[in-house]
């Protein structure tokens, strides 16, 4: 079902299914956790779909567009990895007061955002576990090349700034943007990208110690996005974590397999 409220002064736009969603307790008459679906950077809540159908038979499962995405509204100015963690927390104590335990599955940026939910001290409700999908979170050493590829743009960017030609023609510079950045970088628009920029450089390894949860990591292993060596870096500094790792799925493990995907879900989360 799709919904559309005002979080934090942001048009946000959510799905929302399940047996909990006008009484507040499953069809079995126990109370399950909310499960709260986070999305990837530049994706939205729409990809979820399989994993609403399969979780939404026994949980109550919500997942808000986030700010900047599908058809939520941007945020006014451009947000880190705590000012998307503050967003979800806003969320979730507005639209679900009563929901006092919560499951997060996270998916890429959206595994970035568990991750700094989950580590937090002054959490506002229980986790009792986590999912992490292909999740975002660990920044990669840079190669040799890609160093000498950010030297240039910053190089390029400075003399369009001093000579004043950035003043003078800014389409110039946002050319030179969209040429040296990501697919994404270059579909978002200037506040996202700014965005992007503050959650992309965010390592989050000081964070994972912290988490005192149980963790299921999915991770394909053909992944180039977020490549399955830091799905082992997690699985090592996270307590608790397990890793399963999906054969021939790339980042989005639940749309490439998503049979196997259901299956190790299912056996974590009891669905």
Not at 4 to 27: L, Q
Not at 108 to 121: F, K
Not at 156 to 181: C, M, N, T, W, Y
Request: net charge neutral; charged share 25%.
């Amino acid at each position: 079902m799709d919904r559309y409220a005002v979080v934090d002064n942001i048009k946000t736009h959510y799905r929302e299914e399940g047996p909990g969603i006008t009484e507040g307790v499953p069809e079995t008459g126990t109370p399950l956790p909310l499960v709260v679906l986070l999305h990837g950077w530049g994706a939205n809540i729409e990809l979820f779909d399989g994993i609403f159908r399969q979780l939404s038979s026994r949980y109550h499962v919500v997942g808000p567009d986030l700010p900047g995405f599908g058809k939520s509204g941007e945020p006014s100015e451009a947000l880190d990895i705590d000012g998307f963690a503050d967003f979800v927390c806003d969320f979730l104590l507005q639209l679900f007061p009563q929901e006092k335990e919560v499951i997060f599955l996270g998916h890429s940026h959206g595994g970035r955002i568990t991750i700094r939910l989950l580590a937090r001290p002054d959490k506002a409700f229980s986790c009792p576990k986590a999912i992490l999908v292909d999740s975002a979170g660990i920044v990669p050493e840079k190669t040799p090349a890609q160093k000498r590829r950010v030297r240039t743009y910053h190089f390029l960017k400075e003399v369009l700034v001093r000579s004043g030609i950035a003043g003078r023609h800014p389409e110039l510079l946002d050319r030179l943007q969209k040429k040296f950045g990501s697919a994404d970088y270059s579909a978002a628009s200037p506040l996202m990208r700014e965005s992007m920029v503050k959650n992309v450089n965010c390592d989050l390894r000081g964070d994972m110690p912290k988490i005192s949860v149980p963790v299921l990591l999915i991770w394909g292993d053909r992944d180039t996005a977020t490549p399955i060596a830091d799905g082992r870096i997690m699985e090592k500094l996270i307590p608790g974590a397990g890793l399963a790792v999906i054969p021939g799925a790339g980042h989005f493990t639940f749309l490439d397999n998503p049979g196997l995907f259901a299956r190790i879900l299912g056996s974590f989360l009891g669905v």
